[in-house]
């Protein structure tokens, strides 16, 4: 019953290291997503995948791209890491369709020195 | 530029009170909100949700009331409770799925 599962849960990066956060879901979804969280804000969507062999840019895209593996895992990758990058990454999942709640995992917390 | 906005960063309500959390938007397209709890070091939670042709909806101790002409819709939670105690997220969608925008989050901490 692990619903949506990111990895890793914490991770330190130097500048300009590249780096995969990845997202798997057991609850058939169709539809995913990434946000980021930043002190004093909500979360932002980053990129989001409405199906799977679909992707699409968010509020806050640049510096990130993103795979859509399967229909279950959802990864995003930060290919240049820079200090504005410092956040809290969520992933979520939701059925495709109008008015669907969306599922949160438990969060990245990555900092980039 | 933030088009979902909770003034209140923080709220403290004693155990048994009513809680009322705010929210107010900008994008009169918006026709879907949603408020979420979250608890730290976990994700949020899904709460409960209210469509725009809607101005009310009830889930148990939690009720979600909209007011299209102010853009503005608040939570309450009654009685509020301990395990109550978290951040509360308003969002919003202009399509009916899939982008939500949040707003910055109301710290609720209820007291015995």
């Known amino acids: 019953n692990a619903g949506v599962t990111q990895t890793p849960k914490f991770q330190v990066l130097k500048t300009g290291q590249s780096m995969t956060l990845q997202c798997a879901q057991d609850?058939?979804?169709?539809?995913m997503y990434w946000y980021r969280q930043d002190p004093g804000m909500g979360l932002r969507l980053i990129y989001y995948s409405a199906s799977e062999g679909t992707t699409d840019k968010g509020e806050v895209p640049n510096g990130y791209n993103v795979s859509r593996l399967n229909k279950r895992e959802f990864s995003l990758r930060l290919e240049s890491a820079a200090p504005s990058q410092t956040s809290v990454y969520f992933c979520?999942?939701?059925?495709?369709?109008?008015?669907?709640?969306?599922?949160f995992g438990d969060g990245t917390r990555l900092s980039i020195l | 530029d933030q088009q979902v906005k909770q003034n209140s960063p923080s709220l403290s309500v004693q155990e048994g009170r009513i809680s009322i959390l705010n929210c107010d938007y900008t994008?009169?397209?918006?026709?879907?909100f949603l408020w979420y709890k979250k608890y730290p070091a976990e994700g949020p939670t899904f709460l409960i949700s209210?469509?725009?042709?809607?101005d009310k909806n009830e889930d148990g101790r939690f009720t979600v009331f909209l007011n299209k002409s102010a853009k503005h819709l608040s939570l309450h939670i009654v009685p509020s409770q301990p395990g109550d105690s978290a951040v509360y997220f308003c969002a919003a969608s202009r399509d009916s799925w899939g982008k939500l925008q949040f707003g910055a989050g109301t710290q609720v901490v209820v007291t015995p």
């Open positions: 609850m058939n979804h169709n539809s």
């Open positions: 209210i469509s725009s042709i809607k």
């Open positions: 979520a999942s939701s059925e495709f369709g109008l008015n669907q709640p969306q599922h």
């Open positions: 994008n009169s397209m918006f026709d879907y």
